[in-house]
Every structure is written in C-alpha cells, then in structure tokens.
C-alpha cells in the first residue's frame, strides 16, 4: 500500500489554465509538504503545512495555493499557468514538522508540463 | 545560515568497485545530515542519517556515511558498486536553529551516480 501518493503522475496543459495535483498520505503524519524539482533536478521547498500552521517559501508566486481537506490530504492548486511551472512536483510527508526530524517520505512525483 | 556543497554534479564507477559521494556542509550549530536517493522517475528515499549519535552511520543498500566534524564533511560510500545504484543522491542538512526554508532543511544539488558495466 503506497505511503505518499500523487495524482496525476503526468499532466500536461496549456498557459493560462489553473490544475490541481492531489496527494494523500496514509502515515498517520502530522506535517506535509510540496516541492518542486526542476530539470536540473534542483529541489525546492515549496509549503510545508500541519493542521496548524501553513510556511510559505517566500520565492512561491501567490498563483500556487496549498489545500489540505484534513490531515492526510494537501493537494496544490495552481492558477494561471506559466511555462517556468513545468516541472516535477513532489509531495512529502513527516511525522513531525520538518525541522525538527529532516526524515521525510516522498511520493513518486507529478511531471507538469506546460504548453 | 546552513549550506550544502555536493562536490560533483556526475560520478562514474564500474559495477563492484567502491562508490564515494562527497558533502560537505556548513551549520552555525550542531547539524542533522541526511542522503536521500531519487530512481529514476521516482521519489526521494531516505538512505540514512546523522543525528549526533554515532559518527559513522549505516543505510539501507549497503551504504554508509561518516559525520567529519573537523572536515564539515558527510561523503557518502558503497564498497562495491552495483547495477541498481545507479540513481541521483542528494545530501540534506537540518539545523533547528538556524533556518533553511520552510522545512527547516536545505537540500544539496545533487550528485548523480553512473554505474559502468
């Protein structure tokens, strides 16, 4: 049974469309994140979220919006796409907030690429 | 601030010969260290981790890393290189106190590892 799953894997849309990428974790976790890998492969925190608190990268366009639904599910919704969003997003989760454990357990990864 | 220097972006080996990924880092204060593995079209897994016990620490696949304090160094190592470890590694630092983003960690650049047959 997968731990961290994203849906979809692959999407592929056009500028100026909004899309949302779900993801569900099964760990019982406290804290869940969003990254973005580029095609370089540099990765990049993007929110980290609990049911308390929401930290926001600075460097994120407010076009990108975490929604968490309840403690297992944070999807990213992302309006008015742009072609520097194409990219791999992956969703992570750790038992507790990710400073204080660094041990985080990664979904498989939702290639967006737009068009 | 907390920084992590992978030292090279592409490392060859042939399959059975030994495996090494250079880290080094840079904390204010006591650091976390992590390596993680990402496969293709896959995500990151955690290798293995630093926490300030026990200065060489074991991982899963047969690796290993040993915390260099004096040296600010994690490098990573294998003793014999194999076919299905040929993947993208990335070291990882944590440092409570000193920020990093909004997980409070600060990913290297990544290294990735060629198996020759």
Known sequence: ?115 | AQSVTQLDSHVSVSEGTPVLLRCNYSSSYSPSLFWYVQHPNKGLQLLLKYTSAATLVKGINGFEAEFKKSETSFHLTKPSAHMSDAAEYFCVVSDLRSGGGADGLTFGKGTHLIIQP
């Open chain 1, 1 to 115: 049974d997968t731990a961290v799953s994203q849906t979809p894997k692959y999407l592929v849309t056009q500028m100026g469309n909004d899309k949302s990428i779900k993801c569900e974790q099964n760990l019982g976790h406290d804290t869940m994140y969003w990254y973005k890998q580029d095609s370089k492969k540099f990765l990049k925190i993007m929110f980290s979220y609990n049911n308390k608190e929401l930290i926001i990268n600075e460097t994120v366009p407010n076009r990108f919006s975490p929604k968490s639904p309840d403690k297992a599910h944070l999807n990213l919704h992302i309006n008015s796409l742009e072609l520097g969003d194409s990219a791999v997003y992956f969703c992570a989760s750790s038992l507790r907030a990710g400073r204080a454990s660094g041990e985080l357990f990664f979904g498989e990864g939702s290639r967006l690429t737009v068009l």
